[in-house]
C-alpha cells in the first residue's frame, strides 16, 4: 500500500462527507468545497461502500454519528477492523458533548461541532488532519519495505536499539538469511518470478519468527535477510530452516534451492546492533562454498583471536619503529665438565606492547609466518643480536655466541646468506661467533633446495642447530642425510624424562645416534634438577631451560656474565 504517493501533484484531496441530513451535507460541503474535491454519503452502508470504492484516493472522512441504517460509530469500528480503510482519517460531526471522547476513543481522528459556525476553523482542522496522516503515511512507507513489507534496514536497526531500552535482559539471537544464487531466479525466470520468490520467502520468515519465535526481520539487501529474535536452540534453527526450504521449494518448483542461515547466539549488548549482524552475517557467508552445512554459528572466541591478530599486524610497525620489540636471551649451560659453563644462549623476541602488555611469541610468530613480516622481524632480531655478541665481546672481552631463530620463510629468501653476512660485517663478527637455529620440520619439507641452503651456509662458516627436533615428522634415519652440526631435543622428550621409562631410553638412543654423527646435543625445556641429572648421565652436552634461567632482557644477562 503505497497511499502517501497518491497525494503528490496539484490535485484537489478528496473528503468524503456523510449525514443523513441534506442541509448538513450541504453546509459542510460548501465550507469544503473551495480546498477539495468533496464527495458525499447518506448513510452509513452507503458511506463504506464509497470508502471501499475510494480508498487510493480519499483523504478523508467527516462522518455523522447518528444515522439511521447504520451509524457513524459502526462505521468507525468496521474501517478500524480494516487495515486498509483503518489509513484513512476520520472527523467525526456531532452536537453531543459525550459523543466526541468516545468517537475519539474508537480511532475518530477529531471532532467538529453542529451546527457548523467558523467556516475558516473547520477548514484548518480538516487541513491539518489531513496533512498529520499524510505525514504517518510517508513515514510507514519508508520503514517497510516496498516488496516485502518487512521493515528496512534502518528502521529496523532503530527498532532493535528501542527493544532494547525497554527488555534490556532479553537474550537476542542476531541471524542473517541468505539465498544462494538467488540472481538465477531472476536470470532464468525473470524479475517478477524472482520478486514473488522474495516475497514468499519474506511471508513465512515472519510467519516464523512470530509462531516459533520472539521476533522481527527485515531485507537487508536484495536476496539477504536479518532476524533480529529471542534465543533459540540448534534444534529450532533446524526446524525454521526446513520450513522454509519447503515453502520455497512449492514456490520454485526447484528442489536444490540452498538457503544459509549465519547465527550469532545470545548477542553481547555492549557491541553495536549493526556489529552484531555482521557477526551473523560473516557467519553466514563462511559456509558460501560449504554444501554440508546450511546454519554456521558464530564463534565468538575465532572472531576474538582474529582481532586480535589484526590488531598485532596493525600495530607492528610502530612496534619497530618505537622498539616495543625487545630481544630477550636465554643461557645455555654446557654441563659435561665439573661445573655447569655458560657458553652461549638464545635470541628470543618479546613484544612489550604498551596497552596489551607483555606478549609472548607464541601469539604472534606463527601468525608473522602466514603473512610474511616474520621476515622483517627475524632481520630486526639477527642485527640486535649481533649488536649485542659484540657489545658484551667489549665489555666483557669474551664472546657469547648467540643462536637466532631462522624462520622457514627466511630459508626461501635468495638474500638469506648476504644479509646474515653483511649484519656479521657490520658488527665486525666472524660465523663462528653465530648460531643459526631452523625448526626441524622446515628440514622434514625434505626439500633439495632447503638442504643446499643450509649446506652452503655451513660452507660460510656458520654453526646451523636442529631446532625442535622429535616434534614433528623427521624420523630417526632422516638424521643422517641432513646437514646440521647441533642437534635440539624438544622440550617434549625432556618434559617426560625422569617421568617415563620410554621417554628416557627415546632419549638415549638419540644421544647415541648424535655421537655416531659427531654432532653436539641440547636440550631445551629443562626445568628440574632430576632431568637435569637424567640428561647429563646420557651425554647431553648442553642444556637451556628454567633450571638455569629464563630468557632476560639483556641488562639481566650482563649479571650472569659477570659471574
Ligand atoms: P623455540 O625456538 O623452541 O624457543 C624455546 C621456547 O621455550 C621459548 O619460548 C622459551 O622461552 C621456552 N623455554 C625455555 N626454557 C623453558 C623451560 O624450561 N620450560 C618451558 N616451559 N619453556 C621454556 P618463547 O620465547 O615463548 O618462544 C616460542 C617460540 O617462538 C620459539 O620456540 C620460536 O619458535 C619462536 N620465536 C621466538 N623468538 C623468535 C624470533 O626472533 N624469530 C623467529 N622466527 N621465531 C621466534
Ligand atoms: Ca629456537
Ligand atoms: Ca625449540
Not at 550469532?264 to 562454498?289: G, L, M
Not at 590488531?311 to 619503529?321: H, K, N, P, V, W
Not at 635440539?488 to 621409562?501: A, G, I, P, Q, S
Request: glycine share 4%; net charge negative; charged share 30%.
Amino acid at each position: 500500500m503505497n497511499r502517501g504517493l497518491a497525494f503528490t501533484g496539484n490535485r484537489k484531496r478528496q473528503v468524503l462527507v456523510v449525514d443523513d441530513e441534506q442541509i448538513n451535507r450541504e453546509m459542510l460541503g460548501y465550507i469544503i468545497q473551495q480546498k477539495y474535491d468533496v464527495i458525499y454519503a447518506e448513510n452509513g452502508e452507503e458511506a463504506l461502500n464509497v470508502i471501499r470504492e475510494n480508498k487510493q484516493k480519499l483523504s478523508l472522512v467527516m462522518l455523522d454519528l447518528m444515522m439511521p441504517v447504520l451509524d457513524g460509530f459502526e462505521v468507525l469500528k468496521i474501517m478500524q477492523e480494516d487495515s486498509e480503510l483503518k489509513a484513512i482519517p476520520v472527523i467525526v460531526l456531532t452536537s453531543e458533548k459525550e459523543a466526541e471522547v468516545d468517537s475519539l476513543k474508537q480511532g475518530a481522528a477529531d471532532f467538529i461541532t453542529k451546527p457548523y459556525d467558523m467556516p475558516e476553523v473547520i477548514l484548518a482542522r480538516v487541513r491539518r488532519i489531513i496533512e498529520l496522516s499524510e505525514d504517518r503515511l510517508i513515514i510507514a512507507a519508508t520503514e517497510r519495505d516496498h516488496l516485502t513489507g518487512l521493515y528496512t534496514k534502518e528502521f529496523f536497526y532503530q527498532y532493535a536499539s528501542q527493544l532494547e531500552r525497554y527488555y534490556p535482559d532479553w537474550d537476542m539471537d542476531a541471524v542473517a538469511i541468505d539465498v544462494e544464487h538467488f540472481h538465477l531466479f531472476n536470470e532464468l525466470h525473470g524479475r517478477e518470478f524472482g520478486d514473488r520468490v522474495l516475497k514468499e520467502m519474506a511471508r513465512t520468515i515472519n510467519h516464523l519468527i512470530s509462531t516459533e519465535a520472539d521476533g522481527y526481520a527485515c531485507r537487508y539487501e536484495a536476496d539477504k535477510f536479518y532476524v533480529y529474535c529471542t534465543h533459540l536452540h540448534e534444534e529450532d534453527y533446524e526446524s525454521m530452516h526446513a520450513e522454509l526450504i519447503e515453502a520455497l521449494v512449492k514456490i520454485t518448483k526447484n528442489n536444490h534451492i540452498r538457503v544459509r542461515f549465519g547465527v550469532y547466539p545470545s548477542v553481547d549488548r555492549s557491541i553495536q546492533i549493526e556489529r552484531r549482524f555482521d557477526r551473523a552475517k560473516q557467519a553466514c557467508d563462511s559456509i558460501r562454498n560449504n554444501y554440508a552445512v546450511s546454519i554456521s554459528y558464530y564463534d565468538t572466541e575465532a572472531y576474538e583471536k582474529n582481532l586480535f591478530s589484526e590488531r598485532l599486524i596493525g600495530d607492528f610497525e610502530e612496534a619497530m619503529e618505537k622498539g616495543h620489540l625487545v630481544v630477550y636471551y636465554q643461557p645455555k649451560y654446557s654441563i659435561q665438565g665439573d661445573e655447569p659453563k655458560l657458553t652461549s644462549a638464545e635470541a628470543l623476541i618479546r613484544w612489550i606492547h604498551p596497552e596489551l602488555g607483555m606478549i609472548s611469541p607464541g601469539a604472534f610468530i606463527p601468525l608473522f609466518e602466514t603473512n610474511g613480516l616474520i621476515q622483517q622481524l627475524d632481520l630486526y632480531v639477527w642485527k640486535q643480536a649481533a649488536a649485542q655478541i659484540a657489545a658484551w665481546k667489549k665489555e666483557f672481552g669474551v664472546t657469547v655466541p648467540v643462536s637466532v631463530n631462522v624462520s622457514r620463510m627466511d630459508m626461501y629468501d635468495p638474500n638469506l646468506q648476504s644479509n646474515l653476512l653483511r649484519i656479521l660485517r657490520e658488527n665486525g663478527l666472524t660465523p663462528n661467533e653465530y648460531l643459526l637455529e631452523v625448526t626441524e620440520s622446515a628440514y622434514a619439507e625434505d626439500s633439495r633446495q632447503l638442504i643446499d641452503v643450509v649446506n652452503n651456509l655451513r660452507n660460510k662458516g656458520f654453526r646451523v642447530e636442529m631446532d625442535d627436533f622429535g616434534s614433528g615428522y623427521s624420523s630417526l634415519n632422516m638424521l643422517t642425510s641432513l646437514p646440521f652440526d647441533v642437534l635440539k631435543l624438544d622440550m617434549v622428550f625432556v618434559r617426560n624424562v625422569h617421568t617415563d621409562e620410554k621417554a628416557l631410553k627415546l632419549v638415549e638412543l638419540i644421544m647415541e645416534i648424535a655421537r655416531y654423527l659427531g654432532v653436539t646435543v641440547i636440550a631445551e625445556g629443562v626445568e628440574y634438577v632430576e632431568q637435569y641429572d637424567l640428561l647429563k648421565k646420557c651425554g647431553c652436552d648442553v642444556i637451556q631451560g628454567y633450571y638455569f634461567s629464563k630468557p632476560l632482557p639483556p641488562e639481566e644477562f650482563d649479571g650472569l656474565l659477570e659471574k
